[in-house]
């Protein structure tokens, strides 16, 4: 089973700009491994943001934004706000099944 | 929208099977190309996949809970279950039902303890 990794912590200022990545242990993450991003706010269940990639849902704050960079997933925050601090997690597909990374904890500071 | 709703006992005791049933709302369970996952989380840790089923009837699972898992549909009553078997301390957890391209229960704990 492939091991999904990403940033455990990350800060960014207020208004900042800050990636996020999602790398596989299996090689260059791609659009075939479906990437998706959830965020998670302590005691909170977690929400979709991105799907496949780059697709956003009428919830997702238009400051969000999904890619592929490096061979990795990437989710990038332009702008940031105070109420964006909290546990980011990617999801990639692999044949079906699925891996979740390890979260990032980002800070708003 | 879609809406999810986990239920089920909150307490399991060891060795026996924990059963959770996902009601879906606003929506069709059986709707082509779509799948319906839980996903688990214990107490301060990440999230961990436990398993799909497309509404092809086909399922996916994690491969070190394959030998315990089994999800199944119920299109009649627009629902789908977990059944994790011969469950231990290491599965007390929230368990969450999803649709993970949009949307997700609010969860359920589960605590395995005699």
């Known amino acids: 089973q492939a091991v999904v990794t990403q940033e455990p912590s990350l800060t960014v200022s207020p208004g900042g700009t800050v990636t996020l990545t999602c790398g596989s242990s299996?090689?260059?993450?791609?659009?075939?491994?479906?990437p998706y991003w959830f965020q998670q706010k302590p005691g909170q269940a977690p929400r979709t943001l991105i799907y496949?990639?780059?697709n956003k849902h009428s919830w997702t704050p238009a400051r969000f934004s999904g890619s592929l960079l490096g061979g990795k997933a990437a989710l990038t925050l332009s702008g940031a706000q105070p109420e964006d601090e909290a546990e980011y997690y990617c999801?990639?597909?692999?044949?079906?099944?699925?891996?979740f990374g390890g979260g990032t904890k980002l800070t708003v500071l | 929208q879609v809406q999810l709703q986990e239920s089920g006992p909150g307490l399991v005791k060891p060795s026996q099977t924990l059963s959770l049933t996902c009601t879906v709302s606003?929506?069709?369970?059986?709707?082509?190309?779509?799948?319906w996952s839980w996903i688990r989380q214990p107490a301060g840790k990440g999230l961990e996949w436990i398993g799909r089923?497309?509404?092809?009837?086909?399922?996916k699972y994690n491969p070190s809970l394959e030998s315990r898992v089994t999800i199944s549909v119920d299109t009649s009553k627009n629902q789908f279950s977990l059944k994790l078997s011969s469950v231990t301390a290491a599965d007390t957890a929230v368990y969450y039902c999803?649709?993970?391209?949009?949307?997700w229960g609010q969860g359920t704990l589960v605590t395995v303890s005699s």
């Open positions: 999803a649709r993970e391209s949009c949307c």
């Open positions: 606003g929506g069709s369970i059986n709707i082509a190309s779509y799948y």
């Open positions: 089923l497309y509404t092809s009837g086909s399922t």
């Open positions: 299996a090689g260059a993450v791609t659009g075939g491994h479906y």
């Open positions: 496949d990639t780059s």
């Open positions: 999801l990639l597909s692999y044949s079906g099944a699925a891996v």
